[in-house]
């Protein structure tokens, strides 16, 4: 069974290396699809393309939309999407992104630390399953790629 898996939400530690390297290592029939998770690159790409804003929040709008339409074209190839949620930033766009992967029927899984259930509960009961460690997200994909 190939599956495709989008690894969504935050951006400022290495779990998604950490899942790609964990899938690589059980040579697991998953291809992994993710976010631009340069800082500038995502940040800058409306004025790169389109033009500069004089205002921050104008800019801040060309590349929200350009980079929805990276973030939504890949979720509608996943057929798996893991969303983190880190305690450092409040990452609402992970949150819209597993809510749009839930109502487009994609099986979704919650990746966070156990302090965060209660804030991410109502993200949590659309998850087919809530893991706090990457290890666990490859453990999850080796189980569900294997022969039946």
Do not use: C
């Not at 979704?108 to 993200?123: F, M, N």
């Amino acid at each position: 069974m190939n599956l495709t898996v989008y690894l969504s939400g935050e951006i400022h530690s290495d779990w998604r290396e950490q899942i790609m390297t964990g899938i690589q290592s059980a040579d697991l029939p998953v291809k992994v699809l993710s976010p631009v998770t340069d800082h500038p690159a995502s940040d800058n790409v409306g004025v790169d393309i389109l033009g500069a804003e004089e205002l921050a929040e104008w800019k801040d709008h060309k590349a929200a939309k350009i980079n929805r339409m990276r973030i939504l074209l890949a979720i509608e190839q996943a057929e798996i999407v893991v969303v983190k949620f880190g305690d450092q930033y409040k990452q609402w766009n992970a949150a819209f992104e597993a809510g749009y992967a839930v109502a487009k029927g994609k099986m979704l899984i919650s990746l966070h630390a156990p302090d965060l259930a209660h804030p991410l509960k109502e993200v949590d009961a659309s998850a087919m399953a809530v893991a706090e460690h990457p290890t666990q997200i490859v453990e999850i994909l080796t189980y569900v790629t294997q022969q039946i």
